[in-house]
C-alpha cells in the first residue's frame, strides 16, 4: 500500500481540484479520501478536475465537507484536503451512495449497509469508511450501524463552518446531501483504529425518562436542564458547547464509552437539551466535561500504543469532532502533531472536523460494535 496526501486553500472549486490531483498522479491513486470546507459554491466541480486531471475513470472518490479540514502539514479553515491509496490491486474497493436519509435516517443506513455485504459475495468487507449528512437523527444512523459488528466501519457526519445549515458528500463524480455514501475494502488490507474520547464525569448517573429525536426532556424526574444544574452547580450556557456533554452508561458494557453532546441550539424548548444525536428513555447518562489538558495528553497516548504495537503506517485519516476544535482552539493542531511525532513529519494524513464521529472501540485487542459518538477523536491509521 502506497499513500500521498494533499491540500489546497484554493477557493475555485476546479482549480483545487487540479492542485489535489497534480499532487497525487505519481502515484496513481485507486481510491482518494477527499475532505473539504463549505465554501465551494459548486463541490461538483472539485471532483471533475481530479477526473479530469487524473483521466482515471476507475478512480474511487468518497469524502464530505466539513469545520475546516486536516492534512500533514496543519489544520486550516478553507480549502480541501485529500489522501489517495494505492494498493496494486490487492484490495478492491466498492463505494456505494443512499439518499432520503433525513426522513428514513434507518432505513437508508439499512440498505446501504445490506448492499455493502451483498456486493462482496462471500467475503465480508475487511473495513468500511462512511460519510452522513449531519441534518438528521444521527443516533437512528448510530443504531443501526451498531447492530453491525461484522467488520469496523469509521466515519462520521458531515459537517459546515459551524452554522449548521448545510454539507455535502463526495460519491465519485456527484457531490450530494440527503444521503450517506459507503465504500468498503476488500482484499487485503492492514489497518488500526484508535479512538480518544475520555472526558471527567461530574456528579451522579441519572435515568432518562423522556426524550424525542435529538432532545432529552426529562432526567430523574426533573427537566434536563436541571439535571445539568444540579449536577455541574450551573445552568446550560451557550459557551457550554463543546465542553459538556453526556456519556451513557451501560453496566453491562462498563468499557463502551458513548458521548453525546449539549448543542443549546438544537434544543426545542428552554428546560431540554439539544444534542448531537438522541439518547434512548431508559439509558442512563452520566454528566462529563472536557478539560483541554486531558484531551490533548490523551490523543498522544493513543498514538503511543498504536506505536508500540508495531504498526507502520502508509497513511492516516482523522475524524475529529468540532467541539473538541471549539474548545481546544489552536491547540487542536496537536491532534496531527502526535501523530507525526510518533510516525514521522512526512505520514500522508488527511480529515475533517465532524458533527458525529463513526467507530469501534478496542477492548482487550479486539474491536466492539460501531459506535456513534460525540467528543471524539478517531484516527485511522493504514499499513502495508
Avoid at 34 to 59: C, G, K, M, R, W
Avoid at 78 to 99: M, T, Y
Avoid at 268 to 285: H, M
Amino acid at each position: 500500500m502506497k499513500a500521498v496526501s494533499a491540500s489546497t486553500n484554493a477557493l475555485d472549486a476546479y482549480r483545487a481540484g487540479v492542485e489535489l490531483a497534480d499532487a497525487m498522479a505519481e502515484l496513481n491513486p485507486e481510491i482518494i479520501f477527499l475532505f473539504s470546507t463549505v465554501h465551494y459554491e459548486q463541490p461538483e466541480e472539485l471532483v471533475e478536475a481530479i477526473y479530469d486531471t487524473l483521466n482515471n475513470n476507475q478512480l474511487i472518490i468518497i469524502g464530505n465537507s466539513g469545520d475546516g479540514y486536516y492534512e500533514t502539514h496543519g489544520i486550516e479553515e478553507v480549502g480541501a484536503a485529500a489522501i489517495g491509496l494505492n494498493s496494486d490491486n490487492r484490495v478492491q474497493w466498492h463505494i456505494d451512495l443512499e439518499k432520503g436519509l433525513e426522513d428514513s435516517p434507518t432505513e437508508v443506513t439499512d440498505r446501504i449497509l445490506a448492499r455493502i455485504v451483498a456486493a462482496g459475495k462471500d467475503e465480508l468487507p475487511k473495513l468500511v469508511f462512511m460519510a452522513v449528512d449531519f441534518r438528521t437523527d444521527a443516533s437512528l444512523v448510530g443504531e443501526v450501524i451498531e447492530r453491525e459488528s461484522r467488520f469496523p466501519i469509521i466515519g462520521g457526519m458531515a459537517a459546515d463552518d459551524n452554522k449548521m445549515a448545510s454539507c455535502f458528500l463526495y460519491c465519485n463524480r456527484e457531490a450530494v446531501r440527503d444521503a450517506i455514501v459507503a465504500v468498503a475494502a476488500y482484499g487485503s488490507i492492514n489497518f488500526d483504529i484508535a479512538i480518544s474520547n475520555t472526558l471527567t464525569p461530574i456528579g451522579k448517573p441519572g435515568t432518562v425518562d423522556e426524550a424525542k429525536g435529538a432532545n432529552i426532556i426529562r432526567v430523574d424526574g426533573i427537566h434536563a436542564t436541571e439535571f445539568i444544574e444540579r449536577e455541574t452547580g450551573k445552568p446550560v450556557l451557550q459557551t457550554d458547547r463543546g465542553i459538556t456533554s453526556l456519556t451513557i452508561i451501560d453496566p453491562d458494557q462498563p468499557g463502551i464509552r458513548r458521548l453525546r453532546s449539549i448543542v443549546p441550539d438544537f434544543s426545542s424548548s428552554d428546560t431540554s437539551l439539544g444534542l448531537f444525536g438522541g439518547i434512548e428513555k431508559g439509558k442512563s447518562v452520566q454528566v462529563c466535561l472536557a478539560e483541554p489538558e486531558l484531551i490533548v495528553r490523551e490523543v498522544y497516548e493513543r498514538c503511543r500504543e498504536q506505536k508500540e504495537k508495531g504498526f507502520e503506517p502508509v497513511g492516516g485519516i482523522v475524524v475529529s469532532c468540532v467541539g473538541r476544535k471549539w474548545l481546544l482552539g489552536s491547540e487542536i493542531k496537536h491532534e496531527l502533531l502526535a501523530l507525526t511525532q510518533e510516525f514521522g513529519g512526512s505520514l500522508p494524513i488527511a480529515g475533517f472536523p465532524s458533527f458525529g464521529e463513526i467507530g469501534p472501540l478496542q477492548l482487550d485487542g479486539q474491536y466492539t460494535r460501531n459506535l456513534f459518538h460525540n467528543m471524539t477523536c478517531i484516527t485511522l491509521l493504514i499499513g502495508e
